[in-house]
């Protein structure tokens, strides 16, 4: 059964860092052809995908966040990480990670509950 | 990047009728576009991938079609729990986009 489960700060103020993790269980970042990716959601609004990281270390990123962003993983814990650099009231939303199966490319198949993060003075 | 343009934005059918959602890229994506349904409050839910295969468990009044630039979701006979937000993604080249999604309602 494959599970994912998102965690972060809740609540921080403009210009910090915000760093999620995704714990992941069913499955595991060193298969060929896993991938786990983070994509966000403002309350109302729709989807933005944010970040894909592969079992071969493989990563990409959304060139509209412009350099912001880091995506990193630990296959021996079954973790995966977002860091998002100089955050502002823009970057509030839910985040999710989401776990994808396919060689470069492929559909996000399963979702954690997702992570509300608000970013305020 | 690829733009995803989803009409209508809102759709509002009764039970049982045939709906059918329609979701048009700017370029070419070759039928790597996916479906996703989401429910008020939840995480959204992989429906259908590369434009007409159908992921486990969903119910099979949920089909897909396309090609090109132009993609279709079609629900045969609509149920309750089928009220939902419904995005398309196109995943033929990075980013990754989504469109914005059709809200849809029971008359």
């Known amino acids: 059964q494959v599970t994912l489960k998102e965690s972060g700060p809740g609540i921080l103020q403009p210009s910090q860092t915000l760093s999620l993790t995704c714990t992941f269980s069913g499955f595991s970042l060193s298969t060929y052809g896993m991938g786990v990716g983070w994509i966000r959601q403002p309350s109302g609004k729709g989807l933005e995908w944010l970040a894909n990281i592969w079992w071969d270390d493989d990563k990409y990123y959304n060139p509209s966040l412009k350099n912001r962003l880091t995506i990193s993983k630990d296959t021996s814990n079954n973790q995966a990480f977002l860091k998002i650099t100089n955050v502002d009231t823009a970057d509030t939303a839910t985040y999710y990670c989401?776990?994808?199966?396919?060689?470069?490319?492929?559909?996000?198949?399963?979702w954690g509950q997702g992570v509300m993060v608000t970013v305020s003075s | 990047d690829i733009q995803m343009t989803q009409s209508p934005s809102l759709l509002s059918a009764s039970v049982g009728d045939r709906v059918t959602l329609s979701c048009k890229a700017s370029?070419?994506?070759?039928?790597?576009l996916n479906w996703y349904q989401q429910k008020l409050g939840e995480a959204p839910k992989l429906l259908i991938y590369?434009?007409?295969s159908l992921q486990t468990g969903i119910p099979s009044r949920f089909s897909g079609s396309g090609s090109g630039t132009d993609y279709t979701l079609t629900i045969s006979s609509l149920q309750p729990e089928d009220v939902a937000t419904y995005f398309c993604q196109q995943y033929n080249s990075w980013p990754n986009t989504f469109g914005a999604g059709t809200k849809l309602e029971l008359k």
């Open positions: 590369y434009t007409n």
């Open positions: 370029q070419n994506i070759y039928k790597y």
């Open positions: 989401a776990r994808t199966v396919g060689i470069i490319r492929g559909p996000f198949d399963y």
